[in-house]
């Protein structure tokens, strides 16, 4: 099993920047790609960005692209999303997941393990 605790939400004014950490601990050794997500009230869980197992490849959602950069520290078991020129629409629980394979997924169900999610709120 792998737990995932993510951390670094919080509210800041729109064009500002946050950046969340997930860490791991448990069965972390292998190989895991990574994902965030993220659910605002009243709308269904969206994909923003994943990262294969050993970073070289990323994908992100149109609607953070070119503002949002995800990354990762293996040696740390930490994943990291930097968010800049945030958004009111952006504002929403961000949720942490990984999948025990090389490649990412952009579907919700294909990750194995999930954060509690933190709490991010841009005013405008």
């Known amino acids: 099993q792998v737990q995932l605790v993510e951390s670094g939400g919080g509210l800041v004014q729109a064009g500002g920047s946050l950046t969340l950490s997930c860490a791991a601990s448990g069965r972390t050794s292998g190989t895991y790609a990574v994902g965030w997500f993220r659910q605002a009230p009243g709308k269904e869980r969206e994909f923003v960005a994943a990262?294969?197992?050993?970073?070289?490849?990323?994908a992100y959602a149109d609607s953070v692209k070119g503002r949002f950069t995800i990354s990762r520290d293996n040696a740390k078991n930490t994943v990291y999303l930097q968010m800049n020129s945030l958004k009111p629409e952006d504002t929403a629980v961000y949720v942490c997941?990984?999948?025990?394979?090389?490649?990412?997924?952009?579907?919700?169900?294909?990750?194995?393990?999930y954060g509690q999610g933190t709490q991010v709120t841009v005013s405008s």
């Open positions: 990262l294969s197992w050993d970073g070289g490849r990323t």
């Open positions: 997941t990984a999948r025990p394979y090389r490649d990412y997924c952009s579907a919700y169900v294909c990750y194995n393990y």
